[in-house]
DNA sequence: ATGCCTGCAAAATCTTTGCAGTAGA
DNA sequence: TCTACTGCAAAGATTTTGCAGGCAT
């Protein structure tokens, strides 16, 4: 099933960029499988910082520019946890996430927002825009900040 | 009404400073008056470029700090709308909004996302977080754009 | 008077861009 | 071969911080 997410994704990068009459390169590669490899939300700094320790000659830019490619190609989704960057993660079709996440220590949990399908359906209605993402974001302190009383 | 907002803003500021023994300067009340005063939704560049016309000598890091300060005395909201930069907008006690952005132009519709009261409250007894705060947003392409078919 | 607050400028982040060489298709 | 792509470094953009003086309480 991981490696079905990574035959899916792949095939979708494929297909994006010979459309354009883009590359796929070793660098695109190697930044998709290690970044579908990757656990919840990544900025570009920490996944450049991951690249780096398996590869020493990875840019930096070149890890910014690609995680737009992926972002346009449906690959990936640009997420604004309001720590202050930008973070992002696998678009995986059909897998809609909504986060909580505590203002205190960042600590972030995920949940499904499906219910906000029908919201989507009707504003697109209505305003007649096409809707193609969305962020659903919850901020509040978790249990443990909540007890060890900081602030 | 506009003026009982300022009023209960004013106050909320000066019950905060007084609380944890801050001050309330003239900056403070000048930048409360003026945030107050705009509508939708500023970035910190933006007011500060629209205060400077109003005090040449108001200071860029006044601003900054400032804003930061309406947001932790509950005066102002942080939104990410998806083009890079943090807006701020007034938080006016029991009304919270949603938003639908063009990713095309940057248009911005608000909407009521009340219904999403109940989802966090569920959020909040399923995972004990007690919820400050919520981010609704949806991206697409607004009627215009889709339209002039740019892309 | 005390010490919080301000403006300034420098620093710190985070991200993008220009360029010369490299390498996909 | 042709031109998109890469790494590097520099530039940009945005926000934060250090500091000396000013001002609210």
Redesign the interface.
Same mark, same amino acid.
């Given at each position: 099933m991981k490696k079905r997410m990574q035959t899916l994704a792949k095939k979708r990068l494929i297909d994006f960029l010979s459309d354009r009459k883009l590359r796929l390169t070793s660098q695109r590669d190697f930044i998709l499988k290690h970044f579908l490899d990757t656990e919840g939300q990544l900025t570009a700094e920490e996944l450049y910082e991951l690249l780096k320790k398996r590869d020493e000659t990875i840019g930096h830019a070149t890890v910014y520019r690609t995680l737009r490619l992926f972002v346009n190609a449906g690959i990936a989704r $640009?997420l604004?946890l309001?720590d202050?960057s %930008?973070r992002y993660e696998a678009d995986i079709e059909g897998i809609r996430k909504g986060y909580?996440v505590?203002?205190e220590c960042g600590k972030r %949990?995920e &949940?499904s =927002?499906d $219910?906000?399908d029908s919201?989507?359906k009707r504003?697109?209605k $209505?305003?007649? &825009?096409?809707? =193609?993402?969305?962020? %659903? %974001? &919850? &901020?509040?302190?978790?249990?443990d900040c909540?007890q060890n009383g900081m602030r």
């Open positions: $640009e604004h309001g202050g %930008v909580l505590c203002s %949990v &949940f =927002d $219910e906000m919201l989507g504003l697109s $209505e305003h007649g &825009f096409s809707i =193609d993402n969305r962020s %659903v %974001v &919850f &901020f509040g302190i978790c249990p909540q």
